[in-house]
């Protein structure tokens, strides 16, 4: 689907780093994160797998480290 880049990772979102500022939202181009309302009231950001390509780019925008890529096995 989004050819060799596919394999990268997958997306982590740690909700309790998360403060809803919208970078990630903002800048992924495959428009692969959202956001829904947590039980706390914070936006919390969602992955759609189909759609996320792991190029990291919500990774470097996010202020507070709330993101991660996790390398998938081989």
Do not use: W
Not at 39 to 51: K, Q, S, T
Request: hydrophobic share 30%; net charge positive; charged share 20%.
């Amino acid at each position: 689907m989004f050819g060799k880049n596919r394999n990268r990772g997958k997306v982590a979102i740690y909700i309790d780093n998360c403060t809803g500022c919208g970078n990630c939202v903002y800048y992924c181009r495959h428009r692969a994160i959202g956001f829904r309302t947590g039980i706390d009231g914070r936006h919390a950001e969602l992955v759609n797998p189909e759609r996320c390509s792991g190029c990291g780019k919500c990774v470097s925008v996010c202020e507070n480290g709330a993101i991660q890529i996790l390398k998938q096995a081989v």
